[in-house]
C-alpha cells in the first residue's frame, strides 16, 4: 500500500546534538512538506519541496535543515541552532498542481530535548 | 487576517448531538477546502473535501462551502464520544500548491 513513512517515532536529543528525521514516500508524489506542531497548537511549516533537488523555507526554518536527493525522500536536521525542538514532526506529500487533493500525512516523530 | 480562521473551542455537544465546525477564510486561498481528524498524540486524517458551493455528504459527515460568506462548516450528526478530537480546517493555496491550516477546533462528545 502506498503511504508515507516517517522514523523513528520517539527521539530524543541532548543538548548541542544534531538529528535527523526520516521521512520516505511511495505516492510518486512531487512535492513534500515539513510542519511542526507543539502542544494544543496548530500546524507551522518548516520547508517544503515542490521537485528534487529544491525546496524552500517555510514560516519556521531556522535551526532546522532539508535535502531533496531522491523523489521518494525528504530527510529533515534539527540542527543544534533550533534551541526548543520539542515538538510533534509531521511529514505530508501532494501531487503538483493538485487543488482538489488534501495532502498524505506520516504519522509523525515526536522530538525530545533531554 | 490569517488566511483559515478556526475557533479554538472547545466544542462540547452531548453523544447523539450535531456537531458544528466551522472556518472562514480569506481572498488568498483558492476554493478547495478540506476537513481533517486529529486524535490526540498522531497524525491527522483526511475526512472530507468539498469544492463546490452547497452541502457535500459522506456518512454522518457534512461539508458545506459557502463562497459568498468566504465560510466551510463541518457537521457530524450523531456525534459519538469517538469524534472527539482536534478538526482542522485547511484550503489549497494556488501558487504554492500546498495547503494552509486553521488553528484546530477541539471537539469534546460527552456520552
Known amino acids: 500500500d502506498g503511504g508515507i513513512t516517517q522514523s523513528p517515532k520517539y527521539l530524543f536529543r541532548k543538548e548541542g546534538q544534531n538529528v535527523t528525521l526520516s521521512c520516505e514516500q511511495n505516492?510518486?508524489?512531487?512535492?513534500m512538506y515539513w510542519y511542526r506542531q507543539d502542544p494544543g497548537q496548530g500546524l507551522r511549516l518548516i520547508y517544503y519541496?515542490?521537485?528534487?533537488?529544491?525546496?524552500q523555507k517555510g514560516d519556521i526554518a531556522e535551526g532546522y535543515s532539508v535535502s531533496r536527493e531522491k523523489k521518494e525522500s525528504f530527510p529533515l536536521t534539527v540542527t543544534s541552532a533550533q534551541k526548543n525542538p520539542t515538538a510533534f514532526y509531521l511529514c505530508?506529500?501532494?501531487?503538483?498542481?493538485?487543488?482538489?487533493?488534501?495532502?498524505?500525512f506520516g504519522s509523525g516523530t515526536r522530538l525530545t530535548v533531554v | 487576517q490569517k488566511e483559515v480562521e478556526q475557533n479554538s473551542g472547545p466544542l462540547s455537544v452531548p453523544e447523539g448531538a450535531i456537531a458544528s465546525l466551522n472556518c472562514t477564510y480569506s481572498?488568498?486561498?483558492?476554493?478547495?477546502f478540506f476537513w481533517y481528524r486529529q486524535y490526540s498524540g498522531k497524525s491527522p486524517e483526511l475526512i472530507m473535501s468539498?469544492?463546490?458551493?452547497g452541502d457535500k455528504e459522506d456518512g454522518r459527515f457534512t461539508a458545506q462551502l459557502n463562497k459568498a460568506s468566504q465560510y466551510v462548516s463541518l457537521l457530524i450528526r450523531d456525534s459519538q464520544p469517538s469524534d472527539s478530537a482536534t478538526y482542522l480546517c485547511?484550503?489549497?493555496?494556488?501558487?504554492?500548491?500546498?495547503?494552509?491550516f486553521g488553528g484546530g477546533t477541539r471537539l469534546m462528545v460527552k456520552p
Open positions: 505530508a506529500s501532494i501531487p503538483l498542481d493538485s487543488m482538489n487533493y488534501g495532502y498524505t
Open positions: 505516492l510518486n508524489h512531487d512535492a
Open positions: 519541496s515542490q521537485i528534487v533537488n529544491d525546496f
Open positions: 481572498d488568498r486561498v483558492s476554493q478547495s
Open positions: 468539498i469544492y463546490s458551493n
Open positions: 485547511a484550503a489549497y493555496v494556488i501558487a504554492g500548491n500546498m495547503l494552509t
